[in-house]
């Protein structure tokens, strides 16, 4: 079977699970819509590998599919494109997504809402895989804002709660204002290259435009507003906010959405666009940076936190710092390899954590868990590989991306020394507030009074291949120094490097380097297994635990004052002013008709009126005489001829 | 009847309210069933147009040319070409839609009530066919009368207030656009020692920028205030929430648009020099991007659920001038795509309203929340109508709202950076809207046993829904449908357009032509 032809195939098959559920799902039974929509994705990801495998053995390593013209404003087809880059994301979308489902089985067994939730997890993998395959920029917009929509819904699924419905609508709305960067970085593109399809872009950048070192230019503002995009999907500063909330979700959602999708979609979306970022130093520079600063940033919140689900949250929004900082500096490849190790371990801690929480009846502080190893003994062994992988121990999945990542910010001609400092203590961060969450839940003294249980198999299966892929999938890609290993260890980069190239490869493979950084994570563990109950009381400790207080910022400044604010001063204005000023035309109008009314009766009339009284009143002498009685008439008629006679007599 | 197939679709509505006035008052359904079947068929009538319509003309079609008041050089003359084959499309649907909805939401003075929709159906179907601008403007009028009535008779409590004010407002600025009618007919007269209304004889008049500036500011005001752009809006959120249902929903859906139309079709074509001035583009432009934005705004603080819809329409009409006077192609087929696009997500939306309206009598969003529960089916649907008025890709304002961004941004770039914050505020109110009224728990106990969607509300969802999926996936037919009329206009202002977009496209072409690097082969299916 050609499963080049068919990649097509691979979003819409979850997007067939997803229309099945909103018209059919409520009237399926529990098991097979647990069958239907995990086997929608696993089929996805049985054609993801086929597709993969023939496309290795292609000589071009890509390959397009274009079903027909979409959008003709800006020339976007409906097409599909597969390359490496791709085939790594679509593997882990549906592989990990897969997993995802199987355990979302068991965990939402007894919750309402079944079929609705599985169909948003469906057009949740829909979305991510159209973000991913997508061939042109316009066409990854439709994932990219799908994923935010299916956010939404799916953080927002709890929707009786407000605290759900709130960070559904965050997470939308935050996303949102990356996308406005997104879109206008997108139309750049456009008027710089005059296309929006990803080959013809990568092309004319890399042969028609030269690198802006030297001044800030329209390539590189272009680089920004993608970037913008960025941080808005991919939760960096300023724009992580909502991350931390989307854990309102269920778990298995959070787990979808850290680990497998949406977070990954602005790493994915730089590392599409390389040849651009490679042009503009200078917006690298700020990838960089802003990686780098988000990464130690949140792991100085994650320390302070003592919900199980927010410590991971703050974790993923460190790691994906990591990735951005690499990607900053040029190290693309590192940035998906570690975005394809983190998807393991990321999903397995979350996983985990679900499936604590399930098991100690819905609590998620930790400070009243502890001791829950002899009875989760499953969870806590693949928690326990999970946490040794994302601390960077040697031979875990984590240890070999961030170790190359730290290599990479030191040596690469992009990078810095500072930064990498700032990475190597992010790493010993992330080891002390991770080995804290693990001995708050799983060691110590029972703080907690309800019966804990193991989960069903349904729910630890999942979790033991994820363990497996959190140990493996490192070795894909094995440091440098390690030359005793062959290079098939190295194959990760091997395959990317068709999409990236080599250029761009490290110049210090440092023995050292490793050392230093396996030497903060044994450090930060240690540190943990000390002080994991301990709690500082001070203004610096308060302000870590409130996350530096930035949500209440925004929302003093934009939520409340900006939109709010804003909205209801507009209001007022359009009611007084606008409208005031229509009403007031219409009183105006009826005002000056009143005054004509008065101008008339009394006016106009009044003149007419006035004449005829002027005239009456110069008739009035003349009335007195002209009674109308003919005897008077009579005797003045005859007094006058009396009077004419004797007139005359006289004279 | 082929070759009057033009006059049939215009005055179908018109026969059938003559038939409607044959019917008793007391056989109610009998008034119903007959609106409603007249309502359809002037739908179908209309179909034709688009199966014979041939999108590669450059000229009119279906035109019909008749003498109408010779003495004044009046002629009944009409005909279409792609802008306002859409817009036609969209007349007849949404008033056979809005005829439907009335069902049950109309319960008083029916024969008049649907005598008037029907003849309001012909005086817009008259307004985006006519090729004259003296039966243009009996038209433009003859909109207002039967409008003021659905709204004075079957309106909400201050319907009398909302009624004078539209009227009052539309036929003070509709005086003002005559005004700058007549001096087009008199300056042709002084040209050419000929009386006519004909807007394709209009079209060689020789008029100075001068000249040219006073008619357009005159047309503006008969146009901005039925679009309506900011700052002559006031007239439309109370007009929308005094006026029953199906009245907003004909209101956004259509006559809102007889205002952009106005712009491409007289102003552009019939003004260029003064449309392409940079102060007049430029105060357009900027009213349009006020519009957008304030519009949200103040939609984002509205209590009141109709009035919230109708300040959005504010905001999206914003996007729809802005694209026009982004004077490029993508603009102007951006804004009218976006016309239609508007017509079918507010529409869905005042049909929202409308659907709880009938069953609560309040429009206070504060009295709903929770009803997601009870009634899941609605809310979907509301979900759709809300994502698609959104701009989310897929649905059909995506389509729209980047078509005149990506113009916006050829023309400006400063315009399309304010009008994408539009597009995230426009987010904002609608999942605000859509949290307060659906999700949540249910505090109103009013509220708790509300019914679902019955088959009647979703006979007028339907279309709608399909109508949103299908431009938001496969919009290249209304492309292909607007590129020539797009191109006459867009050279009419900018003659030289063309050539120099070519030229650019050749110095920006890069010096090593883009590889064909895979062959794109047609999915198998």
Not at chain 2, 374 to 394: D, E, H, Q, R, W
Request: charged share 10%.
């Amino acid at each position: 079977m050609n499963f080049l032809e068919l990649i097509w195939l691979i979003p819409l098959i979850p997007l067939a699970g997803a229309a099945a559920m909103l018209f059919l799902g409520r009237h399926l039974p529990k098991t097979v819509i647990s069958f239907l929509c995990p086997g929608a994705v696993f089929l996805s990801f049985l054609i993801s590998a086929g597709a993969v495998i023939q496309l290795a053995g292609t000589a071009g390593k890509t390959h397009e599919v274009v079903q027909f013209m979409w959008l003709p404003a800006l020339n976007a087809q409906w097409g599909f494109f597969l390359d490496p880059l791709s085939s790594v994301m679509i593997l882990v979308v549906t592989g990990i997504g897969f997993l995802i489902h199987v355990y979302a089985v068991g965990y939402m067994a007894h919750e309402g809402g079944f079929y609705r939730f599985f169909g948003y997890l469906n057009l949740f993998v829909f979305f991510m895989l159209m973000l991913v395959l997508a061939n042109n920029y316009l066409l990854l917009f439709v994932g990219w804002e799908g994923v935010g929509l299916c956010s939404y819904l799916l953080i927002g699924f709890y929707f009786d709660r407000k605290s759900a419905g709130d960070a559904g609508k965050k997470a939308f709305i935050v996303n949102r204002i990356g996308d406005a960067g997104f879109i206008i970085g997108v139309l750049l593109i456009w008027q710089l290259t005059g296309s929006l399809r990803f080959v013809d872009v990568n092309h004319a950048f890399e042969h028609g435009f030269t690198a802006e070192t030297a001044a800030w230019g329209v390539l590189s503002t272009t680089a920004l507003m993608l970037f913008i995009g960025a941080t808005g999907k991919s939760a960096q500063f300023p724009l992580y906010v909502w991350l931390p909330d989307a854990m309102e979700g269920p778990t298995p959602v959070s787990a979808l959405i850290h680990a497998a999708t949406m977070v990954t979609a602005g790493v994915y979306m730089i590392c599409r666009t390389h040849v651009l970022f490679e042009l503009t130093p200078m917006a690298s520079n700020i990838v960089a940076v802003t990686g780098a600063f988000t990464a130690i940033f949140a792991a100085t919140i994650a320390i302070a936190q003592n919900d199980i689900k927010r410590v991971l949250a703050y974790s993923t929004v460190s790691q994906l710092g990591y990735m951005f900082l690499a990607a900053g500096v040029g190290a693309y490849w590192v940035a998906i390899f570690h975005l394809f190790t983190h998807a393991f371990f990321k999903a397995l801690l979350f996983l985990g954590a679900g499936s604590v929480i399930h098991g100690v009846g819905g609590e998620q502080d930790m400070r009243k868990m502890g001791g829950l190893k002899k009875y989760m003994p499953v969870t806590h062994a693949v928690m326990f590989i999970a946490t040794l992988a994302i601390s960077g121990i040697p031979g875990f999945a984590g240890f070999f991306s961030k170790d190359e990542i730290l290599a990479q910010v030191w040596g690469s001609v992009h990078g810095s020394k500072v930064l990498w400092a700032v990475g190597l203590t992010t790493a010993a961060m992330t080891a002390f507030y991770m080995w804290r969450m693990m001995y708050m839940t799983f060691y110590g003294a029972e703080r907690s009074h309800v019966h804990a249980h193991e989960s069903p198999k349904v729910m630890t299966v999942p979790l033991m291949v994820l363990a497996l892929g959190s140990i493996v999938a490192g070795w894909f890609a094995v440091p440098r120094w390690w030359t005793f290993l062959p290079d098939s260890f190295r194959f990760f980069d091997t395959w990317l490097a068709h999409v990236f190239g080599r250029e761009n490869g490290p110049t210090i493979p440092d023995a050292a380097l490793t050392l230093a950084s396996v030497g903060v994570a044994v450090l930060g563990i240690f540190v943990a297994s000390r002080l994991y109950l301990r709690v500082w009381d001070g203004p610096l400790y308060r302000a870590m635990q409130n996350k530096w207080y930035v949500d209440e910022i925004y929302d003093f400044l934009f939520v409340n004052g900006l939109a709010k604010g804003g909205g209801e001063l507009l209001g007022a204005f359009d009611r007084t002013i606008v409208d005031g000023g229509v009403n007031g035309a219409g009183w105006l109008t009826r005002f000056s008709s009143t005054v004509s009314i008065w101008w008339d009766t009394w006016i106009v009339d009044g003149m007419v009126r006035l004449s005829s009284f002027a005239v009456k009143l110069a008739g009035y002498p003349v009335r007195l005489i002209q009674t109308g009685y003919v005897q008077s008439y009579a005797l003045v008629f005859v007094a006058g001829v009396l009077a004419i006679i004797g007139f005359y007599f006289v004279r | 009847m082929t070759e009057h197939i033009l006059s049939w679709v215009l005055f179908t509505p018109v026969i059938g309210m003559l038939l409607l006035l044959l019917i008793p008052s007391e056989k109610k359904n009998l008034i119903r069933w007959w609106a409603n079947i007249v309502g359809v068929v002037g739908f179908l009538i209309s179909i034709p147009l688009v199966t014979n319509f041939d999108k590669n003309a450059a000229s009119f079609q279906y035109v019909e040319k008749f003498d109408w008041i010779p003495s004044i050089g009046a002629t009944y003359s009409i005909g279409i070409d792609g802008i306002s084959l859409l817009l036609i499309m969209l007349t007849t649907m949404m008033t056979s839609i809005s005829i439907l909805c009335s069902w049950s939401s109309i319960q008083d003075r029916l024969k008049e009530y649907y005598a008037m929709f029907l003849l309001l159906g012909t005086a817009m179907l008259g307004v985006f066919m006519s090729l004259d601008f003296f039966l243009f403007y009996v038209f433009w009028e003859l909109v207002l009368i039967p409008m003021y009535f659905i709204i004075g008779i079957w309106g909400g409590e201050r319907k009398l207030y909302a009624a004078i004010k539209f009227f009052l407002y539309t036929a003070l600025a509709s005086v003002l656009m005559l005004l700058g009618i007549l001096v087009l007919y008199f300056q042709y007269h002084q040209q050419y020692g000929v009386y006519t209304f004909e807007f394709s004889k209009l079209m060689s008049l020789n008029m100075a920028l001068d000249m040219q500036r006073w008619v357009f500011w005159s047309l503006f005001l008969g146009f901005a205030v039925k679009v309506p752009m900011f700052p002559f809006h006031t007239w439309l959120p109370d007009a929308h929430t005094e006026a029953p249902t199906a009245g907003s929903v004909i209101l956004a859906g259509v006559l809102l648009k007889m205002g952009t139309y106005g712009f491409i079709r007289f102003s552009l074509p019939l003004l260029p020099k003064a449309s392409i001035d940079p102060t007049i583009v430029r105060v357009l432009a900027v009213l349009s991007i006020i519009g957008i934005i304030y519009g949200a705004l103040v939609s984002l603080m509205q209590k009141d659920w109709k009035k919230l819809v109708a300040y959005s329409s504010v905001s999206h009409l914003g996007f729809c001038t802005l694209g026009i006077f982004a004077l490029n192609p993508n603009g102007l087929t951006g804004s009218v795509i976006q016309q239609i696009n508007h017509g079918i997500s507010t529409g869905m939306l005042f049909l929202i309203v409308g659907v709880v309206y009938e069953r609560r009598h309040t429009r206070l969003i504060s009295e709903y929340g929770g009803l997601a529960h009870v009634m899941p089916k609605f809310a979907t649907v509301f979900a759709i109508a809300m994502l698609s008025s959104a701009g989310l890709p897929m649905l059909n304002g995506f389509i729209g709202e980047f078509t005149i961004v990506a113009g916006a941004f050829e023309a400006n770039r400063a315009w399309a950076g304010f009008a994408v914050t539009g597009i995230v505020l426009g987010a904002a109110y609608l999942l605000w809207l859509f949290q307060r009224t659906m999700l949540g728990k249910i505090t109103n106990e009013k509220n708790a046993n509300l019914p679902d969607l019955n088959w009647r509300e979703w006979a007028y969802f339907t279309p709608l829904i399909v109508l949103a999926f299908w431009i938001g996936l496969y919009p290249k037919p209304l492309f292909e449908i607007l590129e020539k009329p797009v191109a006459n206009i867009v050279m009419r202002v900018r003659p030289d357009y063309y050539q120099n977009q070519n030229r650019i496209r050749e110095a920006a072409a890069p010096a090593v032509p883009a590889p064909v690097a895979v062959i794109p082969v047609p999915a198998s299916h």
